[in-house]
Structures are given as C-alpha cells and as structure tokens.
C-alpha cells in the first residue's frame, strides 16, 4: 500500500486510538482531579502520535527516524505514568495492565518501523543532495506496519 500522509499509517491510527482511550480515562472523577498526573500523561500520549506525523513530514527516512524513537520512548512514559495512577486507585489493576499491553504492542510496532527506516535506501533530499521534494519522497513510502 502507497501511503502519502501520516494518516494513512496503521500505527498512526492505532496511536490515535490509544490517545482516544487515555483521554477518557482520564476523564473519570478520580483521576481528573489529579491536575498533574492527568496533564502530563495526556501530553505523553499526543506525543506519540504527534512524533509519528511530524517525522513522516520530514525531508526524508533520515530525519524521520528520529521521530519514532521519540515516540517510542513516550510509549514508556504513559506506561510509567499508568502505574502511578494504579497506584493511587485512578484505574483497576485490569484497566492498567490492558492498556499498558496496548502500549507496549504499539511500541513494538514502532521499533519495527525504526528497523524499517534502517534498512531503508531512501535517505531523502536534504541527504543527497537531491532537489526533489519531500513530497516526491514519500509519495514513495510503502507501510509496513
């Protein structure tokens, strides 16, 4: 499958979903009075799929791959972050083991897609001094998550 826009990427989605969930579960009583906690899991997971957009619209695989790495490592923090509201009965133990397998299961799929964009020849304009654009670039990318 040709993918021209981040939207187009499985993993995009699948973040957007999982930053879906964290919204609302960080909507309940509890939980959304911990100003704190609340906010920075939220920033955490917009991160995620923030990093994954914002590298796909980069020059080339060789400013794209610092992206992921970002996100994957926001990944881990909403992960970290869970365990503290399990800790301050925010959520039930079900809630945050469910959702923390979700989140390792995407930060896989983002380790694949950094392996992806290792191997990958196409280093784009701005590293090969090449004059075609970004666009003409990723226009080329096949998904592979």
Known sequence: MQ?????????WKDAR?????I????????????FALRDQIRRAVVSIMSNIAEGFERGGNQEFIQFPYV??????EVRSQLYVALDQSYV????????????RRLSIMISNLI?????????GAKYNGS????SSNRSSRSETT
């Open 71 to 76: 996100a994957k490592a926001s990944c881990g």
């Open 17 to 21: 979903l999982l930053t879906r969930g």
């Open 115 to 123: 392996d992806y964009l290792k191997r990958s020849g196409m280093k």
């Open 23 to 34: 919204y609302q579960l960080t909507r309940e009583p509890k939980f959304s009075k911990d």
């Open 3 to 11: 993918v021209k826009n981040f939207e187009d990427l499985e993993i």
């Open 92 to 103: 039930t133990e079900k809630d945050c083991d469910d959702v923390s397998k979700s989140f």
């Open 131 to 134: 004059s075609r654009s970004s």
